[in-house]
């Protein structure tokens, strides 16, 4: 198990707050991809704690349908979707651990609840642009 017996309970308690069906979707390939079995292990054990959460499995090169589908450009990658199958663009690549465990369990919340923390300006501002934004944040232990 990846996750203790505290941080399950925490996780848990987190999760009690979902009210629609979020699905975590993992690409994975068990050939040149460093993390990709403790990814899975991750998305089983995080889904294992709320009903509200299921997992769906892609082999990132023999599924091209469903990587075509999500666009996802390497592994192993996390789409999150809602019940409806609605992507929001969030892509998480590589193990999310540490800060990016937080922020995946936020965007859970978020597309679940459909609520944001974002302030009402940040939401106005985000309506008034014109073109499409790709936004890709990195982020580094160091």
């Given amino acids: 198990m990846l996750l203790g017996a505290k941080e399950q309970e925490a996780v848990k308690q987190r999760l009690s707050t979902l009210t629609g069906q979020v ?7 068990a050939i040149d991809c460093a993390y990709c079995p403790q990814t899975k292990q991750l998305v089983e054990e995080i889904a294992a ?3 509200k959460l299921e997992v769906e499995v892609h082999n990132f090169r023999t599924d091209e349908d469903a990587v ?5 450009k ?8 809602d019940e409806h ?4 663009g969030i892509r998480f690549y590589g193990i999310p651990s540490g ?9 859970i919340e978020m597309i679940s ?14 309506q008034s ?7 890709q944040v990195f982020v580094t232990p160091t």
């Fill in 23 to 29: 699905k975590m979707v993992l690409f994975e390939t």
């Fill in 49 to 51: 704690l709320s009903p």
């Fill in 68 to 72: 075509a589908q999500y666009g996802v």
């Fill in 74 to 81: 390497q592994v192993p990658a996390i789409v999150l979707v």
């Fill in 85 to 88: 199958g609605k992507d929001y």
């Fill in 99 to 107: 800060y990016e465990f937080a922020t995946l369990l936020e965007d």
């Fill in 113 to 126: 609840t459909q609520k944001t923390s974002l302030s009402q300006k940040a939401l106005d501002a985000l």
């Fill in 129 to 135: 642009l014109a073109t499409p934004v790709h936004l």
